[in-house]
């Protein structure tokens, strides 16, 4: 058989290195933590933050996909980092500000990232094993990285307190102002058998609120459907073409106006505004769309008190939203349009503070309503970026915690006491509704536990990785 020569391939050209603005040029470890006033601080840093295109981004112009799904810095930064090349599409400058995004694209954006302190109160852990760490959340910390949080978010705090290469994957979604329990898979498949538990119905969930008023005695029952109004100010109304929402509520106390109670010094509509108590409500979702919760008690009337959007004078006016179904004010109501709910909310932590606050609530002195986080004035001389001061301790969370969540056929149940703003105040022995007399904490939680859930939670589907590179814009 006669030999066959074979030539040799021809030598191949050696693989493009990946530009380097898609490779993150300063990830510092350990983390640019430090603890300070009560709050965990982030130490400014450069970073380059890449995302792959959203649906949503599809076929829109860049520049303005940052001038509406990001908030921390005005139009005019976007417009000089798009020009400059700070900001880059699949690793390459971006040839103007009008270059539209397309299926499978790349953002990357490398600044000097200066982030907002959270809370300093540590992540607790309820449970623990080989599969899964059951969390109690601090409440103001995100669980993902999400606009001007990074280092300050749920799942970067604990990589950095168990190790770089230590990879978190959250199983359930809360609000960064919602404390309470949360599920933190150690790998992918106990995710996804916790997951498929939410989507099948058969996890209970219970969540209890502080909310503005005298809630109505018995079950009450909210089917208003969901629609997200704005991803940018993270608002969500009840409009008709939303998405199914269904959330059942009962109250557990009132507790009605103390002679110390005011009403509102900075509202035009002060001196028609009633004083009035607060009531603690049980919330059981059986749905799990975001900000349910507090959209549903917000059109009922009852808005959890402190809640710096839906409890908020400055942007809904004295009706708060309530029962508001449409995108336009009804005539002859105090209704505000959308449009205009959304101008307001914008100028909220920048050129005004952020009524994070109710004016009934009595736990927060004057001096504390006082203090909040807002544009200083000041400017960041590296990157020219606007300064904000603190917030205010009651700006660190809202009165919304989730208590329990445990399977329906009783395999397992994970709970936390309640917080201190759910508890009767001091000096009242009395409030909680009839068969509830008790004020002891203990005989509270047992009550709590003795209430009939009559239907589980459900969760909307998505892929353990997917939950983590989706929070990018939260």
């Not at 910390?141 to 990074?150: I, K």
């Not at 008190?305 to 109501?333: H, K, M, W």
């Amino acid at each position: 058989m006669a030999l066959t020569t074979i030539e040799p391939p021809a030598a191949q050209p050696p693989f493009a290195l990946p530009p380097d603005v898609v490779t993150t040029p300063c990830d510092p470890w350990p983390r640019p933590y430090y603890l300070e006033d009560g709050l965990r601080r982030v130490a400014p840093y450069h970073f380059t933050y890449n995302t792959n295109a959203k649906e949503r981004w599809r076929g829109r112009e860049i520049f303005e996909i940052f001038c509406d799904e990001f908030r921390d810095r005005p139009a005019e930064y976007y417009k000089d980092a798009i020009e400059t090349g700070k900001i880059q599409v699949n690793g390459q400058p971006v040839p103007s500000t009008f270059a539209k995004i397309k299926n499978g694209d790349v953002i990357s954006h490398t600044l000097h990232r200066h982030e907002p302190p959270v809370t300093a109160k540590p992540i607790g852990v309820v449970h623990e094993d080989e599969d899964m760490i059951v969390i109690n959340k601090p409440a103001g910390v995100p669980v993902h990285p999400a606009g001007r949080y990074n280092y300050n978010s749920v799942i970067e705090i604990m990589r950095a307190e168990r190790g770089h290469q230590w990879n978190p994957l959250p199983c359930n979604r809360l609000d960064r102002l919602t404390s309470g329990v949360m599920f933190i898979a150690k790998h992918k498949k106990a995710a996804e058998k916790l997951t498929d538990q939410l989507v099948g119905r058969t996890v209970r969930k219970e969540y209890v609120a502080r909310v503005r008023g005298e809630f109505p005695d018995g079950d009450v029952l909210c089917e208003q459907p969901i629609l997200q109004i704005s991803p940018k100010l993270g608002l969500n109304r009840v409009r008709a073409n939303g998405k199914q929402a269904k959330t059942v509520f009962k109250r557990l106390a009132y507790y009605p106006p103390s002679s110390t109670t005011t009403s509102p010094a900075n509202n035009a509509d002060s001196d028609t505004l009633p004083k009035q108590g607060y009531s603690i409500v049980r919330c059981l979702p059986l749905t799990g769309r975001t900000h349910q919760l507090r959209v549903h008690l917000q059109f009922l009337g009852h808005p959890i008190t402190n809640d710096p959007i839906y409890a908020n004078r400055r942007v809904f006016g004295p009706s708060l939203g309530n029962a508001s179904s449409t995108s336009e004010p009804q005539i002859g109501t105090t209704q505000y349009s959308d449009e205009d709910i959304m101008t307001r909310l914008s100028r909220m932590g920048k050129e005004e503070h952020a009524e994070a606050v109710a004016y009934e609530d009595e736990m927060v002195d004057e001096y504390n309503k006082k203090k909040a986080e807002k544009m200083t004035g000041e400017f960041c001389d590296i990157c020219q970026t606007p300064l904000y001061s603190d917030p205010g301790v009651h700006e660190l969370g809202i009165y919304l915690h989730a208590r329990k969540y445990a399977d329906k056929d009783g395999a397992w149940s994970y709970e936390t006491t309640l917080p201190e703003w759910a508890l009767p105040p001091k000096g009242v022995s009395s409030g909680w509704v009839k068969g509830m007399e008790e004020s002891d904490p203990e005989v509270l939680a047992r009550r709590l536990e003795e209430m009939e859930v009559k239907e589980g939670g459900t969760e909307e589907k998505m892929d353990v990785r997917e939950r983590v590179e989706a929070a990018g814009v939260a």
